[in-house]
């Protein structure tokens, strides 16, 4: 083959490699620019199915969350974080959303005050905007409080029904991540939700350690730690997995029974305060009420 049809078989090659790369970069940039007139499209759509508040109340408030994360002290962010994934509202409110919240909250008790304080000029006013104000600025915190015991009491109370039916369900020949999906199925309520959010993190890729650890931080529930910790061992180590749920499901029951016994001993001691206060001085009076009357008529 001679030197000039390699030079031309080489200068055919290049030019019609150059011209793929052109029509392809071409191509690739038209349809680049149809996808971000749409989604432009869609936005200024969505932007305009919204409702009054998501349009011009929701930035707003986003921006006051930002300002107001600036003055928070050293580890409040993660804390708050921290408490806002335990209480299951991180997925609709995030640092910004709860600091904004805050402030909202502490500004109206404070505006409630002055205007308990104008309208009742008998009380003192700084006592009541004092009060208001205190109120405002715990509110939200005891809210978010309550938010987490009850989760955790809502979680604590369906563990042993949901390693009841795992057992079940891993005994009868399942695999332990299609036997999670069919508690999922059929047991709804808070550790429910949270067991499907760790299988769709499994789906997408995420280790089934990584994802039961994440759980364990999302919950915050002792006897759950306990169930996560004894499941990532059983796996590390090889254990069967039908042999330990059982195990675990005993221990979980056996906890339960303890727990429900430590409430029924401290009972008779959380009445004796009613009893005195309350229930005690009515007696007193319906028992002894007529005989001082008696007694105070024949003395004088």
């Known amino acids: 083959m001679s030197a000039d049809l390699i030079f031309a078989l080489t200068s055919v090659f290049v030019a019609v490699a150059a011209a793929a790369v052109y029509v392809g970069n071409g191509v690739l940039r038209a349809q680049q620019n149809a996808s971000r007139r749409l989604a432009s499209l869609q936005t200024r759509r969505e932007n305009l199915d919204a ?68 309208l009742v000029p008998e009380v ?29 009491d809502a979680i604590q109370r369906d563990l042993p029904d949901v390693i009841d039916l795992l057992v079940i369900s891993v005994e009868a020949g399942l695999g332990f991540e299609a036997a999670l999906g069919r508690v999922v199925q059929t047991v709804p309520g808070e550790l429910s939700d949270e067991f499907a959010r760790m299988l769709q993190e499994t789906r997408v890729g995420v280790r089934r350690n990584e994802a039961m650890r994440q759980l364990a931080e999302r919950t915050d529930v002792d006897d759950l730690n306990s169930f996560i910790l004894a499941i990532n061992q059983a796996d590390t180590f090889g254990v069967s997995v039908s042999r330990m ?28 305060f009613p009893l005195v206060l309350c229930i005690f001085p009515s007696l007193f009076v319906v028992l002894l009420g007529p005989a001082v009357i008696n007694i105070f008529d024949k003395l004088f």
């Not at 929701?58 to 994934?85: D, I």
């Open 51 to 118: 409702s009054f508040a998501e349009r011009a109340v929701a930035p707003v408030v986003e921006r006051l969350g930002r300002g107001a994360l600036r003055f928070t002290p050293q580890g409040w962010m993660a804390r708050t974080e921290k408490r806002l994934a335990v209480s299951g509202w991180d997925s609709r409110m995030d640092l910004s959303a709860w600091a904004a919240t805050r402030v909202v909250a502490a500004v109206g008790g404070l505006l409630l005050g002055v205007l308990v304080a104008l």
């Open 124 to 152: 003192p006013r700084i006592l009541v905007i004092s009060v208001f104000t205190f109120m405002g600025v715990i509110a939200p915190e005891a809210m978010l409080t309550r938010r987490i015991d009850e989760r955790r």
């Open 245 to 272: 749920l059982r195990v675990q499901a005993d221990e979980i029951r056996v906890r339960r029974r303890q727990r429900a016994q430590e409430k029924a001993f401290a009972a008779p001691v959380k009445m004796v």
